[in-house]
């Protein structure tokens, strides 16, 4: 294993696993190059490569390393660590995981988005992970009893801040459920004495919908505004640092 190699594979395991097209971003080389590290992976058993079913066909083509001859896919291949490899990089016990269609594309955002704005950097202190703050904030009973955010990112300007990030995808509809998630995400960030909450949305719609919220939420705090909320366009983010065309 390269020193590039091992803390790639750190990456992924505190990322919980990463998308083919991810993984290619992530190691800077072609589709080619990304589907012979993730055979070799499996091959010696540290990695786990399963295709994750969307229900559509969509753009995806089958694999020969990874696809049975003829098989059509309806989604697309993911690689993630072995149990015991994963417990070695966040030394504790992650349990099994396997990627499912409900969560891969959030978790794909947030990847890319860490990948955008920290590279392959895999030192907690600079992003911590989902995946390891839900073991930080496990409560004495072992259970997660707070909002968990999708990641903690040190600012890039003041090493004594550390903000929340949040990424959302899709609007949620119900009455207050998009202020009560906004609210849950900000006291958390007040609990953990962070900075306050880095917003990634997608769309200029549901950027829309969370500054009503953000508002809304302002007025019944009897402020003008949210002082520790920045909303930010996810996909002008990306395209920025260079992880969208």
């Known amino acids: 294993m390269q020193p590039w190699e091992t803390r790639l594979e750190e990456f992924i395991a505190q990322q919980y696993g990463l998308s083919f097209d991810t993984l ?46 003829g098989e059509v896919p309806h989604g697309p291949l993911w690689i993630f660590s072995e149990r015991p490899i994963a417990w070695g990089y966040l030394e504790f016990d992650p349990g099994e995981w396997r990627p499912k269609a409900s969560t891969t594309a ?4 947030v990847t890319e988005l860490r990948l955008a704005l920290t590279g392959l950097d895999t030192d907690p202190r600079v992003w911590t992970s989902e995946r390891l703050l839900r073991r930080r904030l496990k409560s004495e009973t072992g259970r997660v009893e707070v909002h968990i955010h999708d990641a903690w990112v040190r600012d890039f300007t003041d090493a004594d801040k550390v903000w929340a990030v949040e990424v959302e995808l899709s609007r949620k509809f119900g009455e ?32 829309r919908a ?14 003008d505004h949210l002082p520790n909320l920045e909303i930010h366009d996810l996909d002008i983010t990306l395209a920025q640092k260079g992880m969208r065309s």
């Open 24 to 69: 290619t971003k992530a190691i800077g080389k072609g589709p080619r190059a990304a589907s012979k590290l993730a055979q070799r992976l499996k091959k010696t058993g540290r990695a786990e490569v399963a295709r994750v079913d969307c229900g559509s066909p969509g753009p995806w083509r089958n694999s020969a390393n990874f696809d049975d001859p």
């Open 106 to 109: 959030h978790l794909t955002a």
């Open 176 to 207: 207050g459920r998009l202020a009560r998630a906004l609210s849950a995400a900000l006291d958390a960030a007040d609990r953990s004495e962070l900075a306050g909450v880095l917003y990634f949305v997608r769309g200029a719609g549901l950027r």
């Open 210 to 223: 969370v500054e009503v919220a953000a508002t809304r939420l302002a007025h019944q705090r009897d402020v």
